[in-house]
């Protein structure tokens, strides 16, 4: 069985940090990770894809809305959502591989597969495969992150009514579109479809958008939107 100082389950933004921090430190480090990349929601499916996003649908609004002011005639302007999305992916897979060198020049083992506790010191690591291992380690950290909430009265099928994470695959730009949640995901994603022409509404429980920003921060992203 296999021994480290440190082990990290889950590669997100908390868990290769501290997996760098603890090898740097000297400690023989592992991280444990269930998808393919590392990452974690963060740099997959969060945070860096929906600022790509962000980046490309404010270049054509610019162009639609700006441009001529500058003297700039563009004919024929259009969005093609499929480069969009290529440009993105390509975005998040440059990071990815940031990450990957992080581990390799810090010697961090990485480690595929689903963690889970065997008992006192033990982590047991199942692989896609289904073949398990175990690892002992006098210090474990869990790191394992957030997903998407989907109640089962929302009726979510990953098709018509999706996640944030589906929201980042969409390859045509839709005439309309309901957001349920007006926090930082919702109204970032809601931004960029905002800004490519689709007709956004967003529903929220609370007395107003983005409850942890200050409200005037607050008030100029919405008002950014429209």
Known sequence: MLKFDVIIIGSGPGGYVAAIRAAQLGF???IIEKDDTLGGTCLNVGCIP???LLDSSE???NALHRFETHGIILEKLGVNMPQMIKRKAEVVSENVKGIEFLMRKNK???LKGVGSFAG???VMVTANTGEVQEYESENIIIATGSRPNTPA???YDGKRVITSTEALEIKKVPGRMVLIGAGVIGLELGSVFGRLGTE????EYLDRALPGM??????ELVRSMK
């Open 28 to 30: 023989r480090t592992a």
């Open 50 to 52: 929906s600022k790509a």
């Open 59 to 61: 270049h054509y609004h």
């Open 108 to 110: 961090i083992e990485v």
């Open 120 to 122: 006192g010191k033990r």
């Open 153 to 155: 009265l929302f009726n």
């Open 200 to 203: 956004v509404t967003v529903i």
């Open 214 to 219: 200050d409200k005037d921060c607050a008030r």
